[in-house]
C-alpha cells in the first residue's frame, strides 16, 4: 500500500490498491465526478471497508427511519 510520510493514502496509492485510475480519484475527491454505486463498493472491498466503516451506524438507522429505506440509496448515490 503507497503511503505518504504522514501514513495516509495518496492519489495514486489508491489507484493502484483499486484500479481507478488516479486522475478519476482526483476528481471525485474534488467534487468534480461521482462515483458509481459499483465503483464505490469496489474500492470499499479492496481496502477490506465497508459502509458502516464510513457512517456511524447509528446516523445511518436514524436517516432510514427519517426518510425510508428507499430514499437512502439515493441518498448514498449523491455522496458517493
Known amino acids: 500500500m503507497s503511503l505518504s510520510g504522514a501514513g ?5 496509492g489508491l489507484a493502484r490498491i483499486t484500479g481507478v ?3 478519476h480519484i ?5 467534487g468534480k465526478r461521482r ?3 459499483e465503483k464505490a463498493d469496489g474500492i470499499l ?6 459502509l458502516t466503516d464510513l457512517v456511524r451506524t ?3 438507522v ?3 427511519r427519517t426518510i425510508g ?3 437512502i440509496c439515493c441518498s448514498v448515490r449523491r455522496v458517493l
Open 69 to 71: 429505506p428507499r430514499s
Open 45 to 50: 472491498r479492496r481496502l477490506h471497508l465497508d
Open 8 to 12: 495516509e493514502l495518496t492519489e495514486r
Open 58 to 60: 447509528e446516523d445511518l
Open 35 to 37: 462515483l458509481s454505486l
Open 62 to 64: 436514524r436517516r432510514v
Open 26 to 30: 482526483h476528481n471525485v475527491l474534488n
Open 21 to 23: 485510475s488516479q486522475p
